[in-house]
């Protein structure tokens, strides 16, 4: 007999399910996004921003959800470089440290709507729950429910303290900063009708500036902006048909390039009779 086979790795722990407000909030023409809110070993906090089916499905790429780890004994977030992720940082150290304002607000520029702390891993069920009164006493946040994928806030829009203008992935904008109404969105472009307004009216997106978004209104291409780590575009006087698109400049040589991989396949998949020789 062998020596006996060594003990399997114990599998890592499941990410939490989303909740039905995160599933109904993404399904929605607002796009809308779920924060998750755990506490680690070390007593930080670490912020999940789930755009999709929990973690399992955050992106990754140039639009990626960011990710922060922020310190609730100083109150100070993590630094990555990235506008985003830093923005997001130090919301979430504010609210983990008990000490944040403008809430809402700070959370609908990534287009957040719904808080959650999932259930804690063993040992960490008092960090947990200091983390859960305190998000409890947070201006900007209603608590909603306990489900089985943990404690659940909804970002208030209703007026009251530290609430939100709107949260949306796609917002119109006016020269002051006030939300003019949200926009319907898919989960990377959108397609909608833009209403009749002045200018100085700004599109924002809950995405990073990146030079590879277009937009255009009725065919005719918007110029390019920022509102803080957003990436925006003028919008001029007037209404019509807004098309939003995400193309990276090589995407079309590479789907030119799979065509053509294709078709040579299928060109040397065809038989070929060969010809009788004539003696």
Do not use: C, K, N, Y
């Not at 930080?44 to 990754?60: C, F, M, S």
Request: hydrophobic content about 45%.
């Amino acid at each position: 007999l062998g020596p006996a086979p060594a003990p399997r790795p114990p599998a890592p722990p499941r990410p939490p399910a989303p909740p039905p407000q995160a599933d109904q909030a993404r399904a929605s023409a607002d796009r809308t996004r779920a924060l998750a809110l755990e506490v680690r070993d070390d007593g930080a906090v670490e912020a999940d921003l789930w755009r999709g089916e929990g973690e399992q499905l955050q992106h990754t790429s140039t639009m990626a959800a960011a990710r922060a780890v922020a310190d609730p004994l100083t109150g100070e977030p993590a630094q990555t470089g990235d506008d985003a992720a830093d923005a997001l940082a130090g919301v979430v150290a504010a609210m983990a440290a008990g000490s944040a304002t403008g809430t809402g607000e700070a959370l609908a520029a990534h287009a957040i709507g719904v808080v959650l702390v999932p259930p804690a891993a063993e040992g960490l069920d008092s960090a947990r729950t200091e983390l859960v009164a305190r998000l409890d006493a947070t201006p900007g946040l209603a608590r909603v429910t306990e489900h089985p994928s943990g404690v659940i806030w909804r970002v208030a829009t209703d007026g009251r303290d530290s609430a939100a203008q709107a949260i949306a992935r796609l917002t119109l904008v006016d020269h002051e900063g006030t939300v003019l109404g949200p926009l319907p969105a898919d989960p990377v472009g959108a397609s909608a009708t833009i209403p009749s307004g002045p200018a100085g009216r700004t599109l924002v997106l809950a995405e990073r500036t990146d030079p590879d978004w277009h937009a255009t209104i009725d065919g005719v291409a918007l110029a390019p902006t920022a509102s803080d780590w957003r990436q925006a575009f003028v919008v001029p006087p007037g209404s019509g048909e807004l098309r939003l698109t995400h193309a990276p400049p090589l995407r079309l040589p590479w789907l030119i390039a799979q065509v053509v991989v294709i078709g040579a396949v299928a060109l040397l998949a065809i038989p070929i009779r060969r010809r009788r020789e004539v003696e």
